[in-house]
């Protein structure tokens, strides 16, 4: 079966969003906001993980390191195009983010995570739902699915009541998968488990904005990020969201913040820098070729 591509591109300034959609989702989960980050004059790329928007077990024969190879080489295509690169994510899109910026720190100039996860631990997650991962070793704990379920991340009726129906539907990618398989977790799992070491190493500034009442991570996440990360950590708690926060009710604030932050990183990046970072990428676009 072929996947469809639904990663897409607006066209902008020299300064550009990478953006990086959540476990099951699809890029279609950013758009919204990849619209209003645009109208700021920015360039945005929204891309897609490997295993995405297909079948499930197209998700399952991927691993995470397969997901982080999808946002790095998204990363050399926008540098073909712009300077300063601001990567961001969505609930583990924003994991794989921070990751992006521990490893190229000369080529990711500040991160934006919108409800950034760690933990699966929202008011909407069973409670002994650890015990999958101590449980590992028996065989029906890696068959297990977890249910999409209400009210799925949206507190506004209206978006909630399409999701729901583009999750009724076939199509994948649309609205992402309707439950999350153990076996996607495992690897959820071992992505933070590789993430959390890292943290004190990123030194770049990172923008948090995350749901105060959180029906998939709760806001627990977000204060171990501001903790341990190793730079400026700029916090938005958002009083009115749940965890999809790009399409929920809040989202014009998210991106109007996202907008400054970006503003902010243009204004005070050293123009040697910035001139040194378009030369690497010139070269960088010529090694692809």
């Not at 980050?37 to 079948?55: M, W």
């Not at 929920?248 to 907008?259: E, F, G, S, Y």
């Amino acid at each position: 079966m072929s996947t469809k591509d639904r990663s897409f591109t607006i066209a902008g300034s020299r300064t550009g969003f990478l953006l990086v959609h959540g476990l099951g989702g699809t890029p279609l989960e950013l758009r919204m906001a990849s619209k209003g980050i645009a109208s700021g004059g920015f360039t945005v790329h929204c891309c897609q993980l490997a295993g995405h928007c297909g079948t499930e077990e197209e998700l399952l024969a991927t691993t995470w390191q397969q997901w982080y190879e999808s946002v790095e080489a998204a990363l050399l295509k926008l540098e073909a195009v712009c300077d300063t690169i601001i990567v961001g994510g969505l609930s583990i899109g924003a994991i794989l983010a921070l990751r992006l910026a521990a490893l190229q720190p000369q080529r990711v100039h500040a991160v934006a995570c919108f409800a950034p996860t760690l933990w699966y631990d929202g008011w909407t997650i069973p409670k002994n739902q650890f015990l999958l991962r101590w449980l590992w070793f028996l065989p029906a704990a890696k068959r297990y699915r977890f249910p999409e379920r209400e009210p799925y991340g949206v507190k506004d009726e209206r978006m909630r009541a399409f999701v729901m129906k583009s999750m009724a539907g076939a199509d994948t990618g649309v609205a992402g998968h309707p439950s999350t398989h153990a076996l996607s977790l495992y690897q959820f799992w071992k992505l933070v488990d590789d993430i959390k070491p890292k943290l004190p190493g990123i030194k770049r500034p990172v923008f948090i904005a995350h749901p105060r009442e959180d029906d998939l991570a709760s806001l627990k996440n977000a204060f171990y990020l501001q903790e341990h990360l190793g730079g400026l950590v700029e916090m938005l708690v958002l009083d009115d969201s749940y965890h999809l926060v790009t399409i929920d009710k809040q989202w014009k604030t998210v991106v109007d913040r996202a907008i400054k932050f970006a503003q902010a990183i243009e204004q005070h990046r050293p123009p040697n820098e910035a001139a040194q970072g378009k030369s690497e990428n010139k070269t960088r676009a010529i090694a692809a070729e």
